[in-house]
Structure formats: C-alpha cells, structure tokens
C-alpha cells in the first residue's frame, strides 16, 4: 500500500480540482453575463479572459482524471501527466490574472468613444437596447449627464421623451433615465452612466483576476502533492519488487536445504558375474 499521509493528502487535493474547476468556470461565465448586458460598449479583447477562464476551468475537469486514475492505478506515468498539466494551467491562470489586471488601464478611454458611438446611432436597435438595458440598471442618463440626449431632440428615430424642467428648459431624454414611465425631472437620474460601467467593468476585472490568482496558488498545492504521490508510488513499487526478489531467494534458498538434508538411501553392492 501506498504512504498514507502522502495518499490522502494527494487524493484531498486532487478531489478538490474539479470543485476549483467549476468555480473559475462560474467566475468567468459571471462575468461574461455582465459584459454581455453591456456589449456594445465594450471592446472584444474584454472578454478574452473570462473565456480563457471559462476554458481553463473545464481543462481542470479533464486534467483532474489523471490524476484519479493514476492514484487508483498507481500509475507515475498519468500522476506526473496530472502534475504537468497543472502546471501549464498555473501559467494560463497567471496569464488571465495579468490579462485581467493589464485590461483595467484603459477602460475608460475606450468605454466612452463606444458610449458616443452608440449614442449618435441610438435609432439602431441594439444600440438602443444596450443604452436602455445600462440606464435602467445602473440608475444613470447619458455618458456625463443626462442634457447630452436633447443634442439629438430633432433626430427622427430616436425615441425621446420631453421633460418640462423650468418654464425656459425642456428636456428630451429615453424613459429610461428615469424612476419611472412617468418621467418628470424630479425622477430624472442626474449621474451619467460613464463613471458607474466605469466601476463596474473595472471591479469585474479585478474580480476575475484575484480569482484566477487564489486557483492558480491552489494549483500550485495539487502540483506538489502530486510530485509526492509520484515519488511514494515509486519508492512502493521498488519496495515490492525487492521484496518479491527476497521471496524468491528465500525459496530457493529452502529448495536447496531441503535437497542438501534429504537423506541418502544406501545402496547394495551386487558383484557381476565375472567377479564371482
């Protein structure tokens, strides 16, 4: 049998794999979801990581059968093809955490000409669906505040609604600034939407790369325990063979005894006839 300590210890870690698997896998699709709300202003590069992540998750549940049956099979060939594996998705998860974190420094620059170019096309359907769907989920109106949308008052596609905000004021904003279908400048949102998909998008970051950073140092411990297993299956293995060698010594040491303490029968001496 193998070393106890070193068997559950590995088994532990390897068991927990796939439960570290579906967790990167829920952290990425969770943060695709909230990007998707927001697609059209968000550049394709930011989903990059949180696929990767999403990928990497279901590798683990892959990579996790190695190591299973090479403990059950005490195989080091498929216990070291786990450890190997694990390390080359330590380096893809490091990869998503910089990715993630690097993804953060030019947020705003970018989200904001999305912002303006989905605005001047407001008419076209998904850019109107995504300024709804960010406007009513984030409490916010326009990019900095809500006096951009009367710019395009005169727009014919656009669906505007008028507010009265002083008797020299009126306002033309979607229903989606504000509280209510009702809209009235009281429950008008004031804030602009840049600062908070801002915020949003830049947690969600942060998110995915402090998450892809505590799996990858989770790998690092299945790496090890795995590195152990493969040294106690190895050092079983030879203690099997050199026992089975002892064994075979030992019998063959006994046939010889056995042979060497038989006693000889004696034997009669007949003369041959030319003898007589």
Known sequence: MLDSDYFLRAADSMSSEPIVGL???CIGYTIKTIYLNFDEFMETYYYNPSTLAIVIGFFIF???LFGCIGALKESTFLVNSYAFFLTIIFILQLSVSIAAYAMRS?????VHSNMLQAMKYYDVSYNAFTWNSTQYNLQCCGIYSYGEWSLYSNRSGFALTSIVKDKHTTLYVPTTCCMNEQCSYDSLFKDGCLN?????VSQCALLLGVGALC???IQVLGIVFASMLAKSIRKVKTQRLVEREERRRNFYDQVVKNQ???PKTPMLYTPKDSEA
């Open 260 to 262: 060497e303490a038989k």
């Open 62 to 64: 892959i990579v996790a």
């Open 215 to 217: 799996v990858a140092f």
């Open 106 to 110: 030019n947020i705003e620059n970018s």
């Open 196 to 200: 908070r998909l801002v915020y949003v």
């Open 23 to 25: 967790l990167l896998i």
